[in-house]
């Protein structure tokens, strides 16, 4: 109870997709599939690689059009090679227990938004939450590493947090869960801190927020995994004035793909050739979109560079996972 006031206050102020997935399940590629509109075979960004890319990313069709862009945490992983200035007008890589804690995001925000009350350019800014990555609050690890700097504004015991059904309820596990909660609700002061900075602004009823994620919880049969709970995601969307409040769609699968042509529809910008997936512009305006009734994933390299490929169909009753690696 009462884990994640912040994000449902986006819902409740817009709408969310029910079945909304990414196209794999681990950061760098899933996040390079939003910002190039592209499957991670397609784009070339298979695992935490870099991609001399002949074609161009998000950032950089917004900044042709006037833009002004930013990213805020985990730069290098939503950018498809490590030249950060061709995307990105500002950007800010946050180390240690700081990007745990939303003064951090506060901080940033405030100052990418001061940039663009000089230059009074339309912007489009990729803020990156930490938590609730590994480590959790409370890991030893992460007390070792310093990422108890900032508390959660709530914190759970065991008693309150609920084990998911495909994990084992045993007391070791519970711990984990309990310490994911609470590196969850410090994710959520985190969206809290940005949304009071974006209305501190002035600019919150001229911005459109859309909150997401890459990948389900960093444990066994999600993360690294094309099971739905790999693959799943938020995806909410408040655009003040134009969105109904409160709104569900529980029609269309929507996915990482799709993000890249939604934006360019909002900006009233031309999709350039070779993205792959569809504008959900339509639905977001309460309207059908043909064509969303499956989605198709893929998970290739882990993060260390070994090889694990599988592919995956996902419809709202069946997944259908292929898994190249299963004899070993």
Request: net charge negative; aromatic share 12%; charged share 20%.
């Amino acid at each position: 109870p009462g884990i994640s006031p912040h994000m449902d206050s986006l819902a409740a102020d817009g709408m969310r997709f029910q079945y909304a997935y990414n196209q794999t399940s681990s950061c760098v590629p899933s996040r390079n599939t939003y910002q190039t509109g592209r499957y991670p075979h397609t784009s070339g960004v298979l695992s935490f690689y870099n991609v001399d890319a002949n074609f161009r990313t998000l950032p950089e069709i917004l900044r042709e059009n006037g833009y002004q862009t930013g990213c805020i945490n985990k730069v290098r992983d939503t950018s498809i090679s490590n030249d950060f200035s061709r995307y990105w007008d500002y950007h800010a890589i946050l180390k240690g227990g700081d990007k745990r804690g939303a003064p951090t995001y506060s901080t940033h925000l405030k100052e990418f938004l001061a940039d663009v009350a000089e230059t009074g350019r339309p912007f489009y800014c990729v803020v990156n939450i930490a938590d609730p990555h590994k480590p959790f609050f409370d890991d030893p690890e992460g007390v070792k590493q310093g990422f108890n700097k900032f508390a959660p504004s709530r914190r759970y015991e065991v008693a309150d947090v609920p084990v998911p059904g495909f994990l084992p309820d045993n007391p070791e596990i519970h711990e984990e869960i309990r310490n994911y909660y609470n590196s969850v609700k410090r994710g959520d002061d985190c969206v809290g801190a940005i949304l009071e900075t974006l209305r501190k602004s002035g600019h919150e009823e001229d911005t459109v927020v859309i909150f997401l994620s890459d990948h389900g919880m960093p444990l066994p049969y999600a993360k690294s995994s094309l099971y739905a709970d790999g693959l799943r995601t938020p995806w909410v969307i408040k655009w003040p004035g134009t969105v109904k409040a409160g709104m569900v769609d529980s029609k269309h699968l929507v996915s990482a793909i799709d993000f890249m042509p939604t934006i360019l529809d909002i900006a009233q910008l031309d999709h350039p050739e070779g993205i792959q997936g569809k504008s959900v512009l339509p639905a977001i305006m309460g309207n059908p979109v043909d064509g969303l009734d499956r989605v198709y994933a893929e998970f290739n390299d882990n993060a260390g560079g070994l090889s694990f490929p599988m592919r995956a169909i996902h419809t709202k009753r069946y997944a259908y996972i292929f898994n190249a690696w299963g004899t070993g």
